[in-house]
């Protein structure tokens, strides 16, 4: 059975830090893109993030990019967040999730080509 399991999220004052971990098992990932979305409170789900299956390619939400940085460990089969200079506005629950099909594009980020999905880590900004 899939599983992704998130980790490293908690409570954090503005320009702090913190980085997320998403281990997946029963499957491996390396040939699937993979990235990460958050959801907060009243608002529609959004994407931070994505990686390649090699890593060569790397997309970010405008608001996240030059402050966090997705990256992975294929032979752990595991995904990073580092997320710095962190903001209130960056309060949500974040998600990591993996594509349907191998070789996928990092441009997805609509999370409809996303079939795994784990169950969230919150993060909480304090001004």
């Known amino acids: 059975q899939v599983q992704l399991s998130e980790s490293g999220g908690g409570a954090v004052q503005a320009g702090g830090s913190l980085r997320l971990s998403c281990a997946a098992s029963?499957?491996?990932?390396?040939?699937?893109?993979m990235g990460w979305f958050r959801h907060a409170p009243g608002k529609e789900r959004q994407f931070v993030a994505a990686?390649?299956?090699?890593?060569?390619?790397?997309a970010y939400e405008d608001s996240v990019k030059g402050r966090f940085t997705i990256s992975r460990d294929n032979a752990k089969n595991t995904m990073y967040l580092q997320m710095n200079s962190l903001k209130p506005e960056d309060t949500a629950v974040y998600y990591c999730?993996?594509?349907?099909?191998?070789?996928?594009?990092?441009?997805?980020?609509?999370?409809?080509?996303?079939?795994?999905w784990g169950q969230g880590t919150q993060v909480t900004v304090s001004s």
């Open positions: 999730a993996v594509q349907r099909r191998i070789y996928g594009s990092v441009g997805e980020t609509t999370g409809q080509n996303y079939d795994y």
């Open positions: 029963g499957r491996t990932f390396s040939r699937y893109t």
């Open positions: 990686i390649s299956w090699n890593v060569d390619n790397t």
